[in-house]
């Protein structure tokens, strides 16, 4: 029996952070309606090419996999009786729609609860509901310039210009938040059976996720020196070249980077009056990552790694994301499965990551098409009222 069989959750969430979320719980065995607007569907089902229909984009095969879609249109009565009537059947409903919308539609916290008392309601937010930015809209990139992460990699390499981190890494980090938020919630149901409010508010959980460790030295009361953590922010720290390609290599300890520098040939530097200095001013690094960009365009990526995995050296080949697929590893652990959607064709599908030694594994579905499953949640609905 899957971990969450036996869930259901009615989710009304759009593009990445709520669909990410569910996902996640589907995939540990949830029951997930995705509650979509008749015609055009989540806005995620565009992301990527799709064929041969483009509402069954790429992106929305990984992250509504294992989901049933109903159409509803909530403006019309009808409509939203059937909402009505799915959230008295669920566990949980989660939508990302602004306060005043939902409110307006009769489907706010205090609406949902009268239906179902012990309901977990999930708000999905850009901003927490309490401050000055509450009504406005939030996407990835609003949140990475919001919570200063544009600033990050400008420090970094030193260009001027503030920059977008090259993932949707706001609306995913808020998506894990969402999906722990619903699991506590679950177990404090289980333990009180008493449900709530949740809100999940994807700028403070951004921001949380950032300043883990660029508060840094901003954590103190005065501060003690800028935000930002230097190890992440220096220029020098980037992958090092080699014959015939790139490697990444972590010096992290003193001793590992002892070890380093004499399978380099570069012991000498370490004892330099040179090195010593920019230690003691704790600005050694650089020094560092420099003399290994010096030294790894002797030998090949393999010959390095051969060298280092026998001298305990953390160490790995740097991959072009087109050949990502193609990682032994990956291949050994089953990460990318090749299937076949009965609409799309064949595809690859990553399993999920983390594996539960007490759970067997669960067969984890599609990606619907929009309304794909409306008329058997109907039924399921109308033998539920008989």
Known sequence: MAMLEGIRIIDLTTVIFGPYATQMLADLGAEVIKVETPGLGDVSRYLGNGKPDPTMGSIHLTVNRGKRSIALDLKKPEDAATLRELIATGDVFFHNIRGKAIARLGFDYESCKAIKPDIIYVHGTGFGQDGPYADLQAYDDVIQAASGTTSLLPRADGNSSPRYFPSLIADKVAGHFGAQAILAALVHKFRTGEGQEVAVPMFECFTAFMLTEHLCDATLDPAIGPAGYPRQLDPTRQPFPTKDGHIAIVPYTPT?????????????????????????????????????????????????????????IPAMRVRDLDDIRNDPHFAATDFFRPREHPEVGAFFEMRPPVRYGAAPRRDLGYAPRIDGDGEAIRAELAARRD
């Open 256 to 312: 590992s980077t002892a070890r380093l520098m004499g399978l380099l040939g570069s012991e000498d530097m370490l004892a330099s009056p040179a090195y010593e200095e920019a230690k003691a001013k704790g600005r050694h690094m650089p020094l560092i990552y420099g003399e290994i960009a010096r030294r790894t365009p002797a030998r090949t990526t393999t010959e390095w790694l051969k060298i280092f995995a026998a001298n305990d």
